[in-house]
């Protein structure tokens, strides 16, 4: 069955230093998200990607915060200069075009630590 | 998007139905009901959803009220691997992003 993967798992980065996580969505998926949840905190949305744009982001997807679909298969998150609050793990997801399909599938996440 | 309240947990028997109620009294006409979980550290894992009518899949069922303010997502036999939070999500659908707002969701605790 196809599924979400993430790279790498584990990133440990020193803060102000810019980071890169990788997703490869599902192939014939359209729409491409990203989740983060702070350890023992909600699931929470950054973004959400169609059609090569930004299609609805939220308040913590700020300027250090930026999206990529660099070729047909990754799906990347780059944060710029990490703060010790990006530590998280970070989820990304794809789904189906098509109004009916709401069906998000989330990768196994990429848990980041800021030092 | 409507908002809905969870109870922040409940216990179940393995080999047992878990019921997790789910109260959405705002909902609106065109909003449907999700349901999602996570298991310990992982991605969350979709496992039905629905608009008026009950549904039913591999995984679970869905019972949706008459009014639409309340839903149930029924496990008819739960496993010790049935050991998550369970996320009850009222969203409508759309063809822009479709983001999901995850609120505390239910810790179900399967025990032997």
């Known amino acids: 069955e196809p599924e979400v993967t993430q790279t790498p798992s584990h990133q440990v980065t020193q803060m102000g230093q810019e980071v890169i996580l990788r997703c490869v969505p599902i192939?014939?998926?359209?729409?491409f998200y990203w989740y983060r949840q702070i350890l023992g905190q909600k699931v929470e949305f950054l973004v959400s990607f169609y059609n090569n744009e930004i299609s609805e982001k939220s308040e913590i997807f700020d300027d250090q915060f930026s999206v990529e679909r660099p070729d047909g298969s990754n799906f990347t998150l780059k944060i710029r200069s990490t703060k010790l609050e990006d530590s998280a793990m970070y989820f990304c997801?794809?789904?189906?075009?098509?109004?009916?399909?709401?069906?998000?599938?989330f990768g196994p996440g990429t848990r980041l630590t800021v030092l | 998007d409507a908002k809905t309240t969870q109870p922040p947990s409940m216990d179940c028997a393995e080999g047992r139905a878990a019921n997790l109620p789910c109260n959405h009294s705002t909902i609106s006409g065109n909003e449907y009901v999700y349901w999602y979980r996570q298991i310990h550290s992982q991605g969350p894992q979709y496992i039905i959803h629905g608009l008026k009518n009950n549904e039913t899949n591999e995984m679970a069922s869905l019972i949706i009220t008459e009014d639409r303010k309340s839903s149930t997502l029924i496990l008819p036999h739960a496993t010790l691997r049935d050991t998550a939070v369970y996320y009850c999500?009222?969203?409508?659908?759309?063809?822009?992003?479709?983001?999901?707002?995850f609120g505390g969701g239910t810790r179900l605790m399967v025990k032997p």
């Open positions: 192939s014939n998926h359209l729409y």
């Open positions: 999500i009222v969203r409508r659908n759309n063809n822009a992003g479709n983001m999901l707002t």
């Open positions: 997801a794809s789904r189906k075009q098509g109004a009916s399909y709401n069906e998000q599938f």
